[in-house]
């Protein structure tokens, strides 16, 4: 039995280096992009965080043009088209008659048709898969490198700002009269998710890099209303997905990323499910409660 269970979920990581990379890779991955997926999901942006992926590719796509798949030169340009159309979005918003959320949906099928235009104009088929679904089991160091530096710039970054995310979050209108920090821990938050986004784009590809950020959040959503237990059980979860979908890639050759996100999927349903049983069960035990009394 032991054997069994070694070879199932250590031998993957002990024997293979690919593998311990990933999940290096997709651990520190979610230590940073699980709490900025809590505030998205809190501050009702949870839209705005898969347009922001989408509005990352063409600058990705640029720096696969002037460098070929160079993590640095896609993470660059990544950064840079992603501030771009969130600018963009936000000034047209302020200067039009236009909906934010309709001027940012506008601005990320822009980008992202660009993006796969160039890409796939000016390089294969295997690029644009690498590009949309991440390369999780291809992680070198310098994308190692790369998510660490990230994650740990992020969670000092959203550290600072964390009391300013808190108050919007709560009272948006308190917090503008009593401090003027709030325009500048918007862009910071916005820079952050840019960020975060960009980082998972090169372990989990364009597509699913947001499923890291909004999934583990929304499961978090249905056991407590506390933030502090919110982002851990976010980050737990995203971790148990990261490990549950390696494995399930590796023991039944699936695509790595799509894998985690349907583990993902696959706690989501599983809470909405328990949680519909929990509440059932607690208006029953009422009734019958408030049934006992009467007769009383």
């Not at 199932?8 to 999940?23: D, G, H, T, V």
């Not at 960009?198 to 978090?220: Q, Y």
Request: some cysteine; hydrophobic content about 55%; charged content about 10%.
């Amino acid at each position: 039995m032991t054997n069994v269970l070694f070879e199932l979920f250590i031998e993957p990581f002990s024997n293979y280096s690919f593998m311990s990379r990933a999940l290096w890779g997709c651990l520190v991955l979610s230590l940073s992009a699980a709490p900025i997926g809590v505030f998205l999901t809190l501050r009702k942006m949870s839209l705005t965080g898969d347009a922001m992926a989408h509005a990352i590719l063409p600058g990705a796509a640029v720096g696969f043009l002037v460098s070929g798949l160079s993590i640095y030169a896609m993470t660059i340009g990544g950064i840079i088209a992603g501030c771009i159309v969130a600018l963009l979005s936000g000034f047209v918003a302020r200067h039009s008659k236009a909906e934010e959320d309709s001027s940012l949906a506008a601005f990320y099928l822009l980008s992202l048709a660009v993006g796969v235009l160039i890409i796939s104009s000016k390089g294969s088929s295997v690029d644009l898969l690498h590009v949309l679904f991440g390369s999780t089991l291809a992680l070198n160091n310098e994308a190692l490198f790369l998510l660490t530096s990230i994650a740990t710039v992020s969670t000092l970054a959203l550290a600072l700002v964390y009391r300013a995310l808190v108050l919007e979050c709560v009272d948006p209108d308190f917090f503008k009269t009593v401090s003027r920090m709030g325009g500048a821990a918007h862009y910071i938050f916005l820079l952050l998710v840019v960020l975060n986004l960009v980082a998972g784009f090169h372990a989990l590809g364009t597509l699913m890099s947001v499923g890291l950020m909004i999934l583990p959040a929304a499961v978090a959503r249905f056991w407590t209303n506390q933030l502090g237990p919110m982002i851990l059980i976010a980050f737990l979860c995203a971790s148990f997905s990261c490990l549950c979908g390696l494995l399930l890639s590796y023991h039944f050759a699936l695509a790595a990323s799509p894998a985690i996100i349907l583990v993902l999927g696959g706690l989501y349903i599983t809470s909405i499910i328990l949680i519909k049983q929990r509440d059932l069960f607690s208006k029953k035990h009422t009734s019958l409660s408030l049934s006992g009394q009467t007769n009383a």
